[in-house]
């Protein structure tokens, strides 16, 4: 099992930027898919953002499509997601989740993500 550490976040004023940070303490995350999710205390929990183990696809829930970024670094022990032009609308809880199962080009928020960071609190306000 993958051991998903993040970090990042915080308050922001409208129109600001944030990157959030998942670091891989464990196996890495060569061999998984990942995504980004986030939830707001009442709602369901919303996938806004994954990348295919292979790097091929990249899907993004038209909710934050052209604002938010997801990205692995070259290790691939980390991955990013750089959130730009922020609003209210945005704060929630994000994590960032890994599948070690997905097929290879697999991007999808429904797929068995089993290892989950802990969780960070992104707050937009003025």
């Known amino acids: 099992q993958v051991q998903l550490e993040q970090s990042g976040g915080g308050l922001v004023q409208p129109g600001g930027s944030l990157r959030l940070s998942c670091l891989s303490r464990?196996?890495?995350?060569?061999?998984?898919?990942i995504a980004w999710f986030r939830q707001v205390p009442g709602k369901e929990r919303e996938g806004i953002a994954c990348r295919s183990r292979d790097e091929t696809v990249i899907k993004y829930a038209d909710s934050v499509k052209d604002r938010f970024t997801i990205s692995v670094d070259n290790r691939k022990i980390w991955t990013y997601l750089q959130m730009d032009r922020l609003t209210p609308e945005d704060s929630a809880t994000y994590y960032c989740?890994?599948?070690?199962?997905?097929?290879?080009?697999?991007?999808?928020?429904?797929?068995?993500?089993?290892?989950w960071g802990q969780g960070t609190q992104v707050t937009v306000s003025s």
């Open positions: 989740a890994a599948d070690p199962k997905a097929m290879s080009s697999a991007c999808s928020f429904s797929l068995d993500y089993l290892d």
């Open positions: 464990s196996t890495g995350l060569r061999y998984h898919a």
